[in-house]
């Protein structure tokens, strides 16, 4: 697709709710992160897709966060057992890597949780 | 590690005056720099980014950013802003590896146009 693609726009989740929030990177780029984003707060690193390869989860907060790309295109963010911190802006940006860096990375508009 | 300051959380402008948003980083290695800007309700849209070469950088919409290696600065600038430069403005620094690497944010400048 000509962006990166994020669904849904808006979850409403009660506490200790499961959701899963999908991201559909532009195509072909290899790479894949996923930020976090608090209300009135910079985006925070949460993890990183070389293709299907999740090679660095270092930023994920708790074991309740989850993420997977098994087939190296579209990927999914799941929170286990939501809390009330939980609430913020999850974002997905892709980047195609080239022979010597990158040529930026391009974000998606987010899926904005907010759990009650 | 990598850390990202923006010196001013919020300036105020007039429409058509100049201004600079303030970035340092601190990383002991080459960086890549960015800057994105932010609008209310929407995601992060690329504004100028520094990989290498020249260390004054133009990107979109007028605004540029000079490196400074230095100082370990990156500011964003614009000679004359509109009213629809209102947004939030995020500086950015990745280590300069082969490959994508994970951006560090700084915590954002609120950049709001006075009439």
């Known amino acids: 697709g000509a962006g990166v693609s994020q669904s849904p726009r808006y979850k409403v989740a009660k506490r200790g709710q499961d959701v899963a929030l999908r991201c559909d990177p532009i195509?072909?780029?290899?790479?894949l992160f996923w930020y976090q984003q608090a209300l009135g707060q910079g985006p925070e690193f949460l993890t990183y897709?070389?293709?299907?390869?999740?090679?660095?989860k270092s930023g994920l907060p708790s074991d309740r966060f989850f993420a997977e790309r098994p087939e190296g295109s579209v990927s999914t963010l799941k929170i286990q057992r939501t809390q009330q911190e939980d609430s913020a802006v999850y974002l997905c940006a892709s980047s195609s890597n080239l022979g010597q860096g990158f040529d930026g990375y391009t974000f998606g508009s987010g899926t904005r949780l907010t759990v009650v | 590690a990598q850390s990202v300051t923006q010196l001013d959380s919020q300036v105020p402008v007039f429409e058509e005056a100049p201004v600079e948003l303030r970035c340092n980083y601190s990383s002991s290695v080459s960086v890549y720099l960015f800057w994105y800007v932010q609008y209310p309700n929407q995601g992060l849209q690329l504004l100028l980014k520094y990989l290498s070469g020249s260390t004054l950088v133009k990107g979109i919409n007028g605004f540029e950013a000079e490196f400074n290696k230095s100082q370990t600065s990156f500011h964003l600038r614009k000679p004359s802003v509109h009213i629809s430069d209102t947004a939030e403005y995020f500086c950015?620094?990745?280590?300069?590896?082969?490959?994508?690497?994970?951006?560090?944010f700084g915590q954002g400048t609120r950049l709001t146009i006075n009439p």
């Open positions: 195509s072909g780029h290899v790479s």
């Open positions: 950015a620094v990745s280590e300069g590896h082969q490959g994508a690497q994970k951006l560090v």
């Open positions: 897709f070389q293709n299907e390869a999740q090679l660095d």
